[in-house]
């Protein structure tokens, strides 16, 4: 499992949010490049990107960022936010993203994005924002009419790369991870997908004792867990974070 670093973009800053409310940002730098030239200095095997301005319906004001990023680093990216049309998947993956998380057109036109992961096979994750068991949509500001049994039936079976399952109450908190709440969906992804599909951890995670917790678990569809703004409160040292991770202990 590994630790995967956030960049959340708005006005071409990289900033944080808490629950994901747009006017909760607070910004940690102003030059979203170098932060991502120095996750992948430190060793850093992916970064996680957010275009937080796409999620709102403001398209395009990242793009600038997102551009530099990608010819800054050579490690893989996963972007997400906003991400509701066939021809603006096309448009990131020209760029070289190599993984795009898409959700709201995941529930919404679930058609297309089945059409897209055959177009790109194992390249796209769909995004599960979980707000007291339902999947939220819009940036987080709608309920759909789906649970989660509900989105992980509906891609069974398709060639997406797996999910990134998002505990909103959590994330931005710094209150811990909700253990229960992972352990639980990681049984439902295996029960539903067997081992064919993973998923990411996002929201929540605060310090070291979260990762040691998480372990404890023995996930075995777990890939990975997003630190953000553990990292940026310098609550956690993404280097440690990784090493844990790593250990046999």
């Known amino acids: 499992m590994n630790i995967i670093p956030a960049i959340d973009l708005k006005n071409n800053k990289c900033v944080r949010l808490s629950k994901g409310k747009d006017n909760s940002s607070i910004i940690f730098n102003d030059d979203p490049a170098k932060q991502a030239i120095f996750f992948e200095k430190i060793g850093c095997k992916k970064i996680h990107i957010v275009d937080l301005d796409a999620a709102f319906s403001r398209p395009d004001i990242n793009i600038s960022s997102i551009k530099k990023i990608r010819n800054s680093v050579s490690i893989p990216i996963q972007l997400g936010g906003g991400i509701?049309?066939?021809?603006?998947?096309?448009?990131?993956?020209?760029?070289?993203?190599?993984?795009?998380?898409?959700?709201?057109?995941?529930?919404?036109?679930?058609?297309?994005?089945?059409?897209?992961?055959?177009?790109?096979?194992?390249?796209?994750?769909?995004?599960?924002?979980?707000?007291?068991?339902?999947?939220?949509?819009?940036?987080w500001k709608e309920k759909?009419?789906?649970?989660?049994?509900?989105?992980?039936?509906?891609?069974?079976?398709?060639?997406?790369?797996?999910?990134?399952?998002?505990?909103?109450?959590?994330?931005?908190?710094?209150?811990?991870?909700?253990?229960?709440?992972?352990?639980?969906?990681?049984?439902?992804?295996?029960?539903?997908?067997?081992?064919?599909?993973?998923?990411?951890?996002?929201?929540?995670?605060?310090?070291?004792?979260?990762?040691?917790?998480?372990?404890?678990?023995?996930?075995k569809n777990a890939e990975g867990i997003i630190s953000g703004k553990s990292f940026y409160s310098g609550n956690i040292d993404l280097i440690k974070a990784q090493n844990i991770l790593d250990s046999n202990e």
């Not at 096309?90 to 190599?98: A, C, P």
């Not at 769909?126 to 007291?132: G, Y």
């Not at 992980?152 to 990134?164: C, F």
């Open 84 to 139: 509701r049309s066939e021809v603006l998947a096309d448009k990131y993956f020209d760029l070289g993203i190599n993984n795009l998380i898409i959700g709201s057109m995941a529930v919404e036109k679930p058609h297309i994005v089945k059409s897209l992961s055959l177009k790109y096979k194992n390249m796209i994750y769909i995004s599960l924002d979980i707000s007291k068991n339902n999947v939220m949509v819009k940036g």
């Open 144 to 219: 759909s009419k789906l649970k989660i049994d509900d989105l992980l039936n509906l891609y069974k079976g398709s060639k997406i790369k797996g999910y990134i399952v998002t505990d909103i109450e959590n994330d931005g908190m710094l209150n811990g991870l909700n253990i229960d709440f992972i352990s639980e969906f990681s049984n439902k992804i295996e029960l539903i997908h067997k081992l064919s599909k993973k998923f990411i951890i996002a929201g929540g995670l605060t310090n070291y004792d979260d990762l040691i917790n998480l372990k404890k678990l023995y996930l």
